[in-house]
Nanobody
Framework: QVQLVESGGGSVQAGGSLRLSCAAS????????MGWFRQGPGKAREGVAA????????YYADSVKGRFTISRDNAKNTMYLEMNSLKSEDTGTYYC????????????????????WGQGTQVTASS
């Protein structure tokens, strides 16, 4: 069983950048598909990006393509989310998630398919 802890959230002006980290412990991260989800004020939680266990495949929500980059360092058991050109609509709590199976092109964004979750980190982009 894997435990996940997010870090790197904060407040920036619109157009700014932040880098989130998700540290995994309790198991080897390379056994898991890992993803980032977010929940904005008054909104449902949504998938942002996911990365396959080996790191050689990624998926993104249309709303963040070209601005966000997901990556992982399995030697460090850590996943990252580089967020550039932040918009006010990117504001929310960002969660790290993992599942011990393939990401799946049609389901990577489905929170029900993930078994393990972090506590979340707040990201605020103000205009």
């Amino acid at each position: 069983q894997v435990q996940l802890v997010e870090s790197g959230g904060g407040s920036v002006q619109a157009g700014g950048s932040l880098r989130l980290s998700c540290a995994a412990s309790g198991d080897t991260a390379s056994n898991y598909c890992m993803g980032w989800f977010r929940q904005g004020p008054g909104k449902a939680r949504e998938g942002v990006a996911a990365i396959v266990p080996g790191g050689d495949g990624t998926y993104y929500a249309d709303s963040v393509k070209g601005r966000f980059t997901i990556s992982r360092d399995n030697a460090k058991n850590t996943m990252y989310l580089e967020m550039n050109s932040l918009k006010s609509e990117d504001t929310g709590t960002y969660y790290c998630a993992a599942k011990r199976r393939i990401c799946g092109r049609g389901i990577w964004f489905s929170e029900e398919s993930y078994n393990y979750w972090g506590q979340g980190t707040q990201v605020t982009a103000s205009s």
